[in-house]
């Protein structure tokens, strides 16, 4: 089965709601990364964080091992957070294992 | 914020025809890396490299290979090009192994269609 799960798929908001994506893993964690992928394609890191809380403005990650899930809170969301979201683990090796992402849309 | 550049943006290949991808990085990074990202999916690693001179196979390497010539630039090539390696091809760049305590930088991808 996969190793890394996201949940939901996809998700749409009217802008000024929270988001709360998912990121399960079946596998032992060495590293957790967070992903954005724009509209149109291109791919910036958000947060490396393999265990606890980081914030970074509008956007909490958090990772809790012993239940092998990360989740990526979007607070106050905005048109401009639309996008996918991607997760990615190593385990083992440091090779990164993604999930198929979470598809967010932000309606005016 | 570091620089990493894909060239083509897109290309259409001929089933069996030879692509190159290529991929120049401003970062001084020692790892380089080639993703393909299908539609719905996340990214896979196909091949990856360190130091110049050198590529090692990533989790899907067949039908593909890596030219590292200089630490800033990668390669990826398919020598006979097939309908199923229509997708997306990202190339990345690390200064530490992907999964360590370093961010990766990617390019804005390559969207290759095989016909």
């Known amino acids: 089965g996969q190793q890394v799960q996201q949940s939901p798929a996809s998700l749409v908001l009217q802008e000024g709601e929270n988001a709360e994506l998912q990121c399960n893993f079946s596998t032992s964690l060495n590293s957790m990364q967070w992903f954005y992928q724009r509209p149109e394609g291109s791919l910036v890191s958000l947060f490396y964080?393999?265990?606890g809380t980081k914030q970074s403005g509008r956007l909490t990650s958090t990772t809790v091992i012993k239940e092998r899930r990360s989740s990526l809170h979007i607070s106050s969301s905005q048109i401009t957070d639309s996008g996918t979201y991607l997760c990615?683990?190593?385990?083992?090796?440091?090779?990164?294992?993604f999930g198929s992402g979470t598809q967010l849309t932000v309606m005016p | 914020e570091a620089a990493v550049t894909q060239s083509p943006r897109s290309k259409v290949a001929v089933t069996g025809g030879k692509v190159t991808l290529s991929c120049h990085q401003t970062?001084?990074?020692?790892?380089m890396y080639w993703y393909r990202q299908d539609t719905g999916h996340g990214l896979r690693l196909i091949h990856y490299s360190y130091v110049a001179d050198s590529t090692e196979k990533g989790d899907i390497p067949d039908g593909y290979k890596a030219s590292r010539p200089s630490q800033e630039n990668f390669s990826l090539i398919l020598e006979l090009a097939s309908l199923s390696q229509t997708a997306v091809y990202f190339c990345?760049?690390?200064?530490?192994?992907?999964?360590?305590?370093?961010?990766?930088?990617f390019g804005h991808g390559t969207k290759l269609s095989v016909l």
């Open positions: 990615a683990i190593s385990s083992g090796s440091w090779q990164l294992i």
């Open positions: 970062n001084n990074h020692d790892y």
């Open positions: 964080n393999p265990s």
């Open positions: 990345a760049s690390s200064d530490a192994a992907g999964g360590s305590n370093e961010r990766l930088f």
